[in-house]
Structure formats: structure tokens, C-alpha cells
Nanobody, 118 residues
Framework: QVQLVESGGGLVQSGGSLRLSCAASGLPFSSYVMNWYRQAPGKGRELVATITNGGRTTNYADSVKGRFTISRDNYKNTVYLQMNSLKPEDTAVYYC???????????WGQGTQVTVSS
């Protein structure tokens, strides 16, 4: 079955960096657009970053532009989110999402907690 497993979350001080990883299995990874979402306590799920299936195009939420970088390795079936200059408002559970380019299929990881202390 399809699995998306996030890792790399944790506690970091304001201004610090973290790198999230999402390892995918059970799907043709190179046919999926990959997204990172986040959900802060009491708030809705927010799209943070997107990378197309070939990796040529990326998009970011205005709140993270210039600080976060999404990338993927289609040989390792893994997508990454490099987060720099972290702020307390980046504190959230971060979710990996895979969206098929050829069907309605979409999959979610279990989430990884990122906490930024001030």
C-alpha cells in the first residue's frame, strides 16, 4: 500500500533551521506532484510548498518564501523541505501530500511536529 513517512521535525530556536523528509513507497513517485502542508493549533491546514513531478517548478506560500526550499529526489522517492530562519509562527504539524498527475488519487503522511521557540 501507499506510505508517506515524514521525518526531521523537532524543537528549534527562532532563527534556526530544520530539514524535513518524506519517503514515499507503493506509488510511482515521479508521477506525483508533492506538497508540504502545515497545521498550527486551532487553525486550518495550510499549503506551504509544492513541487511538480519532474521537479522543475516550485511554489511557496507567501509566509515562507525566501526561507523554505522544497526539493525532491525521484531516485530515492523522497521529497524534502529545507526550512531556514524559522519563526515561532512556523510552529505546526507538517504533512507530506502526494497528488497524482493522472488520477484523482491523493495521499497523506502522518505528520511531523515542528516547534520553534522564541
Amino acid at each position: 500500500q501507499v506510505q508517506l513517512v515524514e521525518s526531521g521535525g523537532g524543537l528549534v530556536q527562532s532563527g534556526g533551521s530544520l530539514r524535513l523528509s518524506c519517503a514515499a513507497s507503493g506509488l510511482p513517485f515521479s508521477s506525483y506532484v508533492m506538497n508540504w502542508y502545515r497545521q498550527a493549533p486551532g487553525k486550518g491546514r495550510e499549503l506551504v510548498a509544492t513541487i511538480t513531478n519532474g521537479g522543475r517548478t516550485t511554489n511557496y506560500a507567501d509566509s515562507v518564501k525566501g526561507r523554505f526550499t522544497i526539493s525532491r529526489d525521484n531516485y530515492k522517492n523522497t521529497v524534502y523541505l529545507q526550512m531556514n530562519s524559522l519563526k515561532p509562527e512556523d510552529t505546526a504539524v507538517y504533512y507530506c501530500n502526494a497528488r497524482s498527475t493522472y488520477s484523482p488519487s491523493t495521499y497523506w503522511g502522518q505528520g511531523t511536529q515542528v516547534t520553534v521557540s522564541s
